[in-house]
T-cell receptor, first 114, second 112 residues
Framework: DAGITQSPRHKVTETGTPVTLRCHQT?????MYWYRQDPGHGLRLIHYSYGVKDTDKGEVSDGYSVSRSKTEDFLLTLESATSSQTSVYFC?????????????FGSGTRLTVV | KQEVTQIPAALSVPEGENLVLNCSFT??????LQWFRQDPGKGLTSLLL?????REQTSGRLNASLDKSSGRSTLYIAASQPGDSATYLC???????????FGTGTRLQVFP
């Protein structure tokens, strides 16, 4: 989607290896989010950020860490990938402190852990 | 716990039908509600955003309504077309949180 890009788009990795996914925005939005999408579970929030160096956990944060050193970049790291982390990962941005804000999503990263 | 539920999980209709997708949520103190469309293997496309002070929003053949008191929203699709086939997701953000919670979606198929 315009203004938000995710990389890589696809990745296959081995169990036990660290993996970092990147979300980059050009909208200067304060809020950024990482979700995972799995069949039967819908989209679930992993972590989110409400500013540079300000992050918080979502509902499925175990095994994941995040970092935000610049407004435009939000990194999601799987510290030691497991097969249960095979999923499609979506990044989103919003201006959650502005009335009438909405959310914009990236195109997703399909991660396979073998 | 704040939750979002969508019914039905799947729907198959012939082209031309008017249809309604349902979304229900716990805790009426919402900030806004957003409907998204997702095509297979693709990302999410925002369709309509309803703020808590609004009752409905319209875009083309789509109309979304919001009833906070009953914890419900409906997405009405008029004169459905095969190109409307996709999964439709409802998502809610509440006043005491910066997070967006999703329903599990309704998978719609419109056949010619």
């Amino acid at each position: 989607d315009a203004g938000i890009t995710q990389s890589p788009r696809h990745k296959v990795t081995e169990t036990g290896t660290p993996v970092t996914l990147r979300c980059h925005q050009t909208e200067n939005h304060r809020y950024m989010y990482w979700y995972r999408q799995d069949p039967g579970h819908g989209l679930r929030l992993i972590h989110y950020s409400y500013g540079v160096k300000d992050t918080d956990k979502g509902e499925v944060s175990d095994g994941y860490s995040v970092s935000r050193s610049k407004t435009e970049d939000f990194l999601l790291t799987l510290e030691s990938a497991t097969s249960s982390q095979t999923s499609v990962y979506f990044c989103a941005i919003s201006e959650a402190d502005r009335v009438g804000y909405g959310y914009t999503f990236g195109s997703g990263t399909r991660l396979t852990v073998v | 716990k704040q939750e979002v539920t969508q019914i039905p999980a799947a729907l198959s209709v012939p082209e031309g039908e008017n249809l309604v997708l349902n979304c229900s949520f716990t805790d009426s103190a919402i900030y806004n509600l957003q409907w998204f469309r997702q095509d297979p293997g693709k990302g999410l496309t925002s369709l309509l955003l309803i703020q808590s002070s609004q009752r409905e929003q319209t875009s083309g053949r789509l109309n979304a309504s919001l009833d906070k008191s009953s914890g419900r929203s409906t997405l009405y699709i008029a004169a459905s077309q095969p190109g409307d086939s996709a999964t439709y997701l409802c998502a809610v953000s509440w006043r005491n949180t910066d997070k967006l919670i999703f329903g599990t979606g309704t998978r719609l198929q419109v056949f010619p």
